[in-house]
């Protein structure tokens, strides 16, 4: 069925219990679900410093393109990087260390959480926190980033709450994850808290290994800088934005296959783009399903690579959704 989602309630006892550490949702959140707010005017600062300093690398790459600069290295270093830090996302910092769908190995754990880091959308441990906080008061009073909550009514409200849930969120500090609450596997993980805490040599690796995919296919310090301009700048401009997106256009626009409780959507067209993640209506009816594409017509690259770890036993246990669970959670209006 497709849907808009003009702003609505949501019902105080939907909550989303189906992935392993998630506390219970309570009827509203209490004080010890938010990480309190320390040092926020940096972390202001450093948002808006890696929301603008890729726009600025647009517009120099939509110089580059009229001006005929643009040459087929430069659009690989991109696809390579974007791949990599949005499996890194995808794979790594959603399906297993939020919700846990399927084991792996430590190696490849650092590995994911690493390329995760450096796509830039934040410290692992404080991704995860926000991301459980998101499942347990989804669209509700609690949600770090609902579009659908205290944002007002018409289009007004419809603008000022999108805006909220794509990036506003990422300014204030009222309704994060706390970390302790949230992921306190993650902070026993000497792996992963060893990746949270050097999280800015990872970002700062990212575009470093932007340099060098440039310099390694084209050879030169030219194509080392315009690697780092489309395997930087511009990856991260686009890979931010279709994460936001989920956030965002998948709690309000698309199609609605199970009864959710929240407004959660599946949105086709951004599929690809965000390799998988935007099977959204999917993704919350069974968090901890590996899988968020379900049947051939529904691509999940994330799905794939986590069917080619598996076959290469690089990862077990992987979490599966029988026809049967899907069925009796169809929605039925």
Known sequence: MLYFALPMPIAADAAHTDTPGHPVAAVQPGPDDVEPASHLAIYRTLTAIITIAPLIGLGLAGWQMWDGLLHRYDVLGFAIMYVLTGLGVTVGFHRLFTHRSFKTFPA?????????????????????????????????????????????????????????????????????GHRERYAPDLLADPVVAFVDSTFFVWAIGGLVASFGVGWAIGGSLTTGLTGLLWGGAVRMLVLHHVTYSINSLCHFFGRR???????????????????????????????????????????????????????????????RVSPERRAAKLFAG
């Open 108 to 176: 490849v754990r650092f590995v994911l959480a690493v390329l995760g880091s450096a796509a830039i959308e934040g410290p692992i441990i404080s991704w995860v926190a926000d991301h459980r906080k998101h499942h347990t008061f989804s669209d509700r009073n609690g949600d770090p980033h609902s579009p659908h909550v205290d944002h007002g009514t018409g289009l007004r409200g419809v603008l000022r709450g999108l805006t909220h849930a794509h990036v506003g969120w990422l300014f204030i500090h009222t309704e994060r």
């Open 257 to 319: 296959s199970f009864q959710t409780g929240d407004h959660s959507r599946n949105l086709a067209w951004l599929a690809p783009l965000s390799l998988g993640e935007a099977w959204h209506n999917n993704h919350h009816a069974f968090p901890t399903s590996a899988f968020h594409g379900f049947g051939l017509r529904q691509l999940d690259i994330s799905a794939l690579v986590i069917r080619l770890m598996e076959r290469l036993g690089l990862c077990w246990d992987v979490v």
